[in-house]
């Protein structure tokens, strides 16, 4: 499984219509999400930053099932204009990636 995580910037006057709009993420964009697969997916919030974390067998694929996907099509059409480049984000990056330094597996 893999453990993901990548940063979104929400324009400074959308943070209240963001926030919103994910206390009623759809039912069918959820159920295709575990049908792709992901097993936990979080997403924090500090003012404009956005910190996204996920669990996933195959991250590639998923990206893959998720440009096909019409459900995902319409809420990422819903969510584009709700967004602002991350500051930092490399030439051709759509997601700014982060790179995992360090993971402490529980007990559990």
Do not use: C
């Amino acid at each position: 499984m893999e453990r993901i995580a990548f940063q979104l910037r929400i324009k400074a006057d959308k943070v209240e219509e963001y926030d919103e709009e994910h206390r009623h993420v759809w039912p069918e964009l959820l159920r295709e999400l575990e049908s792709f697969g992901v097993s936990e997916y979080s997403i924090f919030r500090r003012d404009q930053q956005l910190f996204l974390y996920m669990h996933v067998p195959d991250f590639q694929k998923l990206t893959s099932q998720l440009a096909a996907s019409d459900v995902n099509r319409r809420w990422q059409e819903k969510m584009a204009p709700l967004f602002e480049p991350v500051p930092g984000l490399r030439p051709g990056e759509t997601l700014a990636m982060m790179s995992e330094v360090f993971f402490m597996k529980g007990r559990s």
